[in-house]
């Protein structure tokens, strides 16, 4: 079967990498150093995906500037305390090799910051197997298209040859904002009738069967 598309965007944390529970964790901590009520979980999910600053003011729209730094700052302190802990899902390591091996161009779209994703992808090890990246702190927070446009522009390709691949809404939000196909990573921060209303090409309850879709018919 012809190769449909040429480059395959991945969402980062939720997508590839079992964090979201940690991220739930670091936002609720973050939020009692900084002396405001916890999110719940479910409100602390949702807003996975987005940049810290829009994060912040998602689940605190009266905080100011100071606050909202503060917030960050304390985000981040908790969420590195256990970074290293955080796994790949089942089968990432091996998928992104044979995606490479096929000749997919590979790029990761995603909510973290430029440092914090050069660490996780030190981390895993994954950095080589990636062409382009784009982060929150250096672009437009998601669904804005920005970081699409620029991963597409960098490597030369069409939207039309575009995948984008994402636990949340925001990710295929973003997806159709750029012009690209979305697939639907319902095992990650979102269940799946969260992703369904985005026109996902398809959607997938394990990494696996996504996986498996990419080889088959992408």
């Not at 939720?14 to 916890?38: F, K, M, Y």
């Not at 779209?109 to 990246?133: I, M, Q, V, W, Y």
């Amino acid at each position: 079967m012809p190769q449909r598309f040429d480059l395959i965007v991945f969402d980062w944390d939720g997508t590839l990498v079992d964090s979201a529970r940690n991220i739930v964790h670091a936002l609720q901590a973050a939020s009692a150093d900084a002396g405001w009520e916890p999110p719940s979980d479910q409100s602390a999910r949702g807003v996975i995906g987005l940049g810290l600053k829009e994060a912040m003011h998602a689940l605190f729209p009266v905080i100011d500037e100071t606050q909202t730094q503060v917030l960050i700052e304390r985000y981040r302190a908790h969420y590195f305390t256990h970074d290293h802990e955080i796994s790949l899902f089942e089968g990432v390591r091996e998928a992104v090799l044979e995606l490479e091996a096929r000749g997919f161009l590979l790029g990761v779209a995603t909510g973290k910051g430029r440092n914090g994703l050069n660490r996780s992808l030190e981390c895993t090890s994954l950095k080589p197997h990636f062409h382009a990246s784009r982060c929150a702190d250096e672009c437009f927070s998601k669904p804005h298209p920005q970081m699409l446009h620029e991963l597409m522009d960098e490597l030369g390709v069409t939207p039309e040859r575009t995948l984008m691949v994402g636990d949340t809404p925001y990710d295929l939000q973003m997806a159709q904002n750029a012009g690209v196909a979305g697939l639907g990573a319902a095992y990650g921060a979102q269940p799946l009738e969260n992703l369904l209303p985005h026109a996902p090409l398809a959607c997938f309850d394990s990494f696996t069967k996504l996986h498996q879709w990419l080889i088959t018919s992408a």
